[in-house]
């Protein structure tokens, strides 16, 4: 498998939690920046040709207008057979879906619309600077189903500040209701230099403490396991035949191409990224071409054990030493206290989390990665 993911990096409000590579733009701005991403498309045409999967997200993708989205979609067909995709997914917010612009989606080949939903709770959505309401997210949902686009996905967080366990269980209660296809559901991560994380350290703003975000977590996996939802990977579950074809291609570490400001690619042995600000992407990328590209080796060992343990279906360990210098052994004991509290189970071949160790997966991750160090040196 070969993914494509595409970073529209524009936002119309910039959310207090979001790290990602995003600004606010003008149409000039936006113009600039699609002459520089048409043009990186244009230089990897012939790899382009065989994408099994196209990923757009943001920032906001619909941040983008009518005849924006046609011009990046009548370009993506000019070097990808959308009749050939197994998926073709664009992340949207509720409060752009309008049902012209669900048609304009379909009419450039979109297959599967990820919905940035966070949550119901007025309060919470105010608070972490969303703009849409519950109810939009109830006429979206019924826009979708009647444009005949069934296949799509709602995020939602939890330990958001002010969020409540009641809240969250009135939240997922109604997104169960309505049958949501998928869903990717995964704790507020505090990153730095992000306005959330500045007024928590100000006391403006309290998070749950961790002990409700335990008890959220273990909500969460009841609910959606007795809702009939398959989980899948730590934060993603899904109904029975609609998994995301394109996410588990990062998990398998599976190669992809990324275009646009701040996006990672991996190809053959090779990483890559790109300049994260707008400005300094599309500048360089209509000046320099790929040889703008910040290029780094990338371990295989190290990110298909890191990057399979997400996945329920775990990561086999026989494959791995049949097609690198692994050897389990040497790992195995520095694990052995995550296997005793019950967070990870080795059912040969397969090393996985347990149910339990997905929600201590950053503890157990890291014992791994210091694990691999060890054992190279």
């Known amino acids: 498998m070969l993914g494509c993911y595409i970073h529209i990096p524009f936002c119309d409000k ?4 979001c790290d990602f590579a995003k600004e606010i733009a003008d149409t000039p701005k936006k113009s600039a920046y699609l002459e520089a991403l048409f043009y990186e ?3 990897i045409k012939e790899t382009l040709k065989n994408t099994d999967t196209v990923y757009i997200g943001g920032g906001t993708p619909t941040a983008l207008n009518h005849d924006q989205l046609r011009l990046l979609f009548n370009e993506i067909r000019k070097y990808v057979d959308l009749n050939q995709l197994k998926e073709f997914t664009l992340e949207a917010n509720p409060n752009h879906l309008d049902p012209k612009t669900i048609q304009v989606l379909i009419e450039g080949g ?11 709770s007025h309060s919470v959505l105010k608070t972490i600077g969303r703009q849409h309401d519950e109810q939009q997210v109830y006429q979206v949902i019924e826009d979708l189903r009647s444009a005949g686009m069934h296949n799509f996905s709602v995020d939602v967080m939890f330990g958001l500040p002010g969020q409540t366990l009641p ?4 939240d997922l209660k109604a997104l169960i209701d309505l049958k949501i296809p998928h869903m990717s559901i995964y704790a507020l991560i505090l990153e730095d230099h992000t306005p959330l994380k500045h007024k928590i350290q100000k006391g403006l703003l309290k998070l749950p403490s961790e ?8 909500f969460v996996l009841a609910a959606m396991k007795e809702a009939g939802y398959e989980h899948y990977e730590i934060a993603n579950y899904a109904l029975p035949g609609f998994r995301s074809e394109h996410n588990p291609i990062y998990w398998r570490n599976e ?5 646009g400001a701040g996006a990672h690619g991996r190809l053959g042995q090779e990483r890559y990224e790109h300049h994260r600000s707008v400005k300094k992407y599309t500048e360089s990328m209509l000046s320099e071409g790929l040889e703008s590209l910040i290029k780094y ?3 295989p060992v190290h990110d298909t054990l890191f990057m399979g343990l ?6 086999n360990i026989r494959d791995l030493e049949k097609t690198h210098d692994f050897d389990f052994f040497k790992t195995y004991h520095k694990l052995e206290k995550h296997f005793d509290q019950g967070l990870l189970v080795f059912d040969d071949p397969v090393l996985s989390l347990t149910t339990k160790g997905m929600m201590f997966a950053n503890e157990v991750l890291l014992t791994l990665l210091e694990a691999l160090d060890d054992s190279t040196r």
Request: hydrophobic share 45%.
């Open 255 to 259: 190669p992809y191409i990324g275009l």
């Open 167 to 170: 809240m969250l269980k009135r």
């Open 297 to 299: 080796e990338f371990d």
């Open 110 to 120: 979109v297959t599967r619309l990820s919905l940035g939903v966070q949550s119901l």
């Open 211 to 218: 002990d409700i975000e335990g008890d959220m977590f273990d």
């Open 41 to 43: 498309m244009s230089l």
């Open 14 to 17: 910039i959310c207090i939690y």
């Open 310 to 315: 997400r996945m329920s279906d775990g990561v």
